[in-house]
Nanobody, 115 residues
Framework: QVQLVESGGGLVQPGGSLRLSCATS????????MGWYRQAPGHQRDFLAH???????NYADSVKGRFTISRDNAKNTVYLQMNSLKHEDTAVYYC?????????WGQGTQVTVSS
């Protein structure tokens, strides 16, 4: 059963922007911290950003100032706005929800930065 559904990935030129979305149920969204990770071929899955239910945020240094995480409580959706994209941002991007001893992952969405 899919708990988190990501969307918004695709092909973008260097310097461009994309906004990823991750939708889930109200039960998961309202109780958990929501975050974004990514995994490039041959690399481990890396943390990018998270946002708590109280809207506190944290970012990896690699994306600080370029990526912005936000959440829409009415839509049970978390977003990742990605600006000034670089070739090295190419990866599969995953949404994660965690809290109260449980964690949930989405299926991932591909982001390719290429000219």
């Amino acid at each position: 059963q899919v708990q988190l559904v990501e969307s918004g990935g695709g092909l973008v030129q260097p310097g461009g922007s994309l906004r990823l979305s991750c939708a889930t149920s109200r039960n998961i969204f309202s109780r958990n911290t929501m975050g974004w990770y990514r995994q490039a071929p041959g690399h481990q899955r890396d943390f990018l950003a998270h946002i708590t239910s109280g809207r506190s945020t944290n970012y990896a240094d690699s994306v600080k100032g370029r990526f912005t995480i936000s959440r829409d409580n009415a839509k049970n959706t978390v977003y990742l706005q990605m600006n000034s994209l670089k070739h090295e941002d190419t990866a599969v991007y995953y949404c994660r929800a965690w809290g109260f001893g449980r964690t949930y992952w989405g299926q991932g969405t591909q982001v390719t930065v290429s000219s």
